[in-house]
């Protein structure tokens, strides 16, 4: 399998796993809500996720929305809510 890999990689292809939702969520939260965290590192987290994951990109893209709007930034949750 590492083979595979390393000849994949050295083609220029590479695979790409879409990491679980439920994980996204729990770093974008820790990033939005602990005292040491960055509010828009976990709007970017939420939006890669809803843009570009495979596991409940849905789910992603409403949470970012609701975050957006805690920022009151009604507009750009709107865009998300509609995806």
């Known amino acids: 399998m590492a083979v595979l890999g390393a000849t994949l990689t050295a083609t ?3 695979q790409t796993v879409s990491e ?3 994980l ?11 005292p040491d965290g ?3 590192k976990a709007l970017e987290l939420l ?13 992603l893209c ?3 929305g609701i975050l957006l709007l805690r920022e ?5 949750a ?4 509609e995806e």
């Open 38 to 40: 960055d509010k828009e």
């Open 12 to 14: 220029g292809c590479h």
């Open 24 to 34: 996204i969520l729990d770093h974008a939260v820790k990033e939005y809500f602990l």
């Open 62 to 64: 409403y949470n970012a």
């Open 47 to 59: 939006g890669n996720g809803c843009s570009g994951n495979d596991d409940s990109p849905d789910l």
């Open 78 to 81: 709107l865009d998300y809510f």
């Open 72 to 76: 009151d930034r009604p507009e750009e």
């Open 20 to 22: 679980p939702y439920y």
